[in-house]
């Protein structure tokens, strides 16, 4: 059973710039939720992909958005990038279900760098 | 605003003893808590659940208390060993309903354990 994957491992860009991450889920999930992480922060929900659909958003703008392809795998892509874009990008993908959703299991990261 | 809030950034234990990290949350909606462990390089690992029914649930040297109208819960480690040295990261999501995709962090705990 292959885990979560996510790709590139570090990226640096500079500020305007646009970057797209990717993520490919555990095998039989369907679901892919994108989280930020600050240094010295706690993961911060961006939003979240059932069925190629977007199913929740946190508190982050337009310019944060994202796919889910059929194959459950998804992309992140983040426009006109900042400074404070700076963090570990977080993928996690789950099961959902009638019953709700399952264990969240996360990939190891991409490190986003913006200068 | 936390939602979430682990006040304590750090943690040193010695081998063997117990370790108590805490965590406290603000969202009466919040019915299900989680804790991660991270190690550096990785995502976020699942340790241990409990749902707002219950105030204890187990899992080997891992305990979960819950105490609801505190609003306070706490994972214990016992007995501690080298290989628990990491970052804990306390998580809340509501059960069902709005939000129920969404995991909220707190700030976490580095936990160190001195052999």
């Known amino acids: 059973e292959t885990g979560v994957t996510q790709s590139p491992t570090h990226l640096i860009k500079t500020r305007g710039q646009q970057v797209t991450l990717r993520c490919s889920s555990q095998?039989?999930?369907?679901?892919v939720s994108w989280y930020q992480q600050a240094l010295g922060q706690g993961p911060q929900f961006i939003f979240q992909y059932y069925r190629e659909e977007e199913n929740g958003r946190g508190n982050f703008p337009p310019r944060f958005s994202g796919l889910q392809f059929p194959n459950y795998s998804s992309e992140l892509n983040v426009n006109a990038l900042e400074l404070d874009d700076s963090a570990l990008y977080l993928c996690a993908s789950s099961l959902k279900l009638a019953g709700g959703l399952g264990e969240q299991f996360f990939g190891p990261g991409t490190r986003l760098t913006v200068l | 605003d936390q939602q979430v809030k682990q006040n304590s950034p750090s943690l040193s234990v010695q081998e063997g003893r117990i370790s108590i990290l805490n965590c406290d949350y603000t969202?009466?909606?919040?019915?299900?808590f989680l804790w991660y462990k991270k190690y550096p390089a990785e995502g976020p690992t699942f340790l241990i659940s409990?749902?707002?029914?219950?105030d204890k649930n187990e899992d080997g040297r891992f305990t979960v208390f819950l105490n609801k109208s505190a609003k306070h819960l706490s994972l214990h480690i016992v007995p501690s060993q080298p290989g628990d040295s990491a970052v804990y990261f306390c998580a809340a999501q509501p059960q069902g309903g709005a939000g129920s995709y969404q995991l909220t962090f707190g700030k976490g705990t580095k936990l160190s354990v001195i052999p």
């Open positions: 969202n009466s909606m919040f019915d299900y």
């Open positions: 409990i749902s707002s029914i219950k």
């Open positions: 095998s039989g999930h369907n679901t």
